[in-house]
């Protein structure tokens, strides 16, 4: 059973940084794919930000130049690193992934993100 744990959520204010941590039980090579998504109550979860295995880097506009996706093979572990935060950015963020070997999606169990002065 492949996992996918985040962490690094938390409260900050306006303008503040964070940086999220999605850490997987596996190696991510075995991914083809990671992303972080964003939702907001229940609504359907948004696609942030996004790495492929070759490591090319996809954002969406309301984060780019602001947020920044990473990763460190070693630890195996996915890092968002989101600056200049705005309330609007508040909600949990999902790290998911793509198996390379059956194509199988995993997501973790999100990280609470509150963005409030």
């Known amino acids: 059973q492949v996992n996918l744990v985040e962490s690094g959520g938390g409260l900050v204010q306006p303008g503040e940084s964070l940086t999220l941590s999605c850490t997987a039980s596996t190696s991510i090579s075995d991914f083809n794919v990671v992303d972080w998504y964003h939702q907001v109550s229940e609504k359907k979860r948004d696609l942030v930000a996004t790495i492929t295995r070759g490591g090319t880097t996809t954002y969406a506009d309301s984060v780019k130049g602001r947020f920044t996706i990473s990763r460190d093979n070693a630890k195996n572990t996915i890092y968002l690193q989101m600056n200049r935060l705005k309330s609007e950015d508040t909600g949990v963020y999902f790290c998911?992934?793509?198996?390379?070997?059956?194509?199988?999606?995993?997501w973790g169990q999100g990280t609470q993100v509150t963005v409030s002065s």
């Open positions: 998911h992934a793509i198996s390379r070997t059956d194509l199988r999606s995993l």
